[in-house]
């Protein structure tokens, strides 16, 4: 036995999702009903870096935060202590490590345990961290759900959720118009979003990561039900989505930053236009996906989750993720949870149930 834990800490790291302030309200009350102080590290790690952003929180920090979207730590995707940006002398930004700062400030304060909120890269830097010796419990955020370890993260209902009433309202625009709508969805190199939402909203092309598309098949699809008196069609394509003999659409990031996918809605509907001469409309949902406040089932996950990570800091189960075994919420091994990214099984029941419906994935020539 180690002595007694006395003082926590909590940050969110990466592109926000909703449910955050539920967690971290669970964090806090879990925490302060064993007599624990905590500490709300500000923007992931730098409040670890710049210790004056760092906040006590307490029962009043965190009242009536369960349903608001965001996060009220903030959040940032800039960058890893590990890789920080900073500018050189000659202007250039340089990637420097910073690691050791925060190791040393995260002693200065006494910090017995840290929880942190974030995807796979902030879990991948937690990793990197706890192999320097710090104490650390991840829960998995992100609305993409492509962290392996546990069978949904906190986010991704709700974006789904978000995904599937924009889809419905297209609909009728499309058929009134004799239209076809393109959809792009975020989920960055997995189609979990894509998927969930195209099959939810009854889309008639959907177009995911892991299996690259054929433009003449998407458009067979698209013309066979021209053929059949359905003069319009949904096409819901992610955004890491890619062409058999194309690459992924990405936009320039700066030095620290995650690669940002985008654009291959265009690139799809140019192709229908093209090739079939069909009006063809791009909608793209973006941060509509993350914003806003969760649904009943992020929210109530989020609390689960929030609760079970304290739990495993007064157990000193440190080095562990909080992932959802259903009916329960176990720990994982961060490394575990990050040494592979989810990605959608083909052979999964939601993809199988998407082909008996008659949904393209672009990957053969349908039959209609």
């Keep these: 036995m180690g002595q ?94 910073r690691s050791d700062e925060v190791v040393e400030n995260f002693r200065r304060l006494q910090i017995d345990g840290l929880i942190a909120i974030g995807g796979d890269g902030s879990m991948k830097i937690a990793h990197k961290f706890v192999e320097k010796g710090l104490p650390i419990v991840g829960v998995p955020k992100t609305i993409d759900n492509d962290l392996s370890g546990t069978v949904v993260t906190f986010g991704f209902d709700t974006a789904v959720t978000v995904a599937t009433e924009s889809i419905d309202r297209l609909h009728s625009t499309a058929e009134a118009h004799e239209r076809v709508f393109v959809v792009e969805v975020m989920g960055r190199y997995a189609g979990w979003i894509a998927l969930s939402s195209g099959v939810s909203a009854t889309a008639d092309v959907v177009l995911i990561p892991e299996i690259p598309f054929d433009m003449e098949a998407v458009c067979k699809k698209i013309m066979d039900r021209e053929a059949r008196g359905r ?29 940002k996918l985008g654009g291959i809605a265009d690139q799809v509907a140019r192709g229908i236009t093209e090739r079939t001469g069909k009006e063809t409309r791009t909608v793209v949902l973006g941060h509509l996906q993350r ?19 304290v739990r495993m800091v007064a157990d000193r189960t440190f080095g562990v993720m909080v992932a959802l075994d259903p009916p329960t919420v176990l720990a994982v091994p961060i490394e575990v949870a990050t040494e592979r990214m989810k990605c959608v099984p083909l052979d999964s029941d939601t993809m199988l149930t998407a082909r008996d419906l008659g949904i393209s994935f672009g990957d053969e020539v349908e039959e209609g």
């Design 231 to 259: 003069r319009f069609s949904i096409v819901v394509v992610a955004e890491g989505a890619r062409p058999v003999d194309g690459a992924m659409v990405s936009r320039d990031q700066g030095a620290g930053r995650e690669v």
């Design 291 to 309: 914003g806003g406040g969760p649904t009943t089932f992020d929210r109530l996950l989020s609390l689960r989750f929030g609760a079970a990570a």
């Design 4 to 97: 007694a834990i006395k003082r926590i800490a909590v940050n969110t790291g990466g592109g926000d999702a909703p449910g955050l302030n539920a967690v971290i309200r669970s964090i806090v009350l879990s925490a302060l009903r064993r007599g624990w102080e905590v500490l709300g590290i500000s923007k992931g790690y730098e409040g670890l870096l710049h210790t004056s952003k760092i906040v006590q929180l307490d029962r009043d920090s965190v009242r009536g935060i369960t349903h608001l979207g965001g996060t009220i730590l903030g959040t940032t995707n800039r960058g890893s202590p590990f890789e920080y940006p900073a500018k050189q002398a000659n202007g250039e930004i340089a990637l420097v490590d």
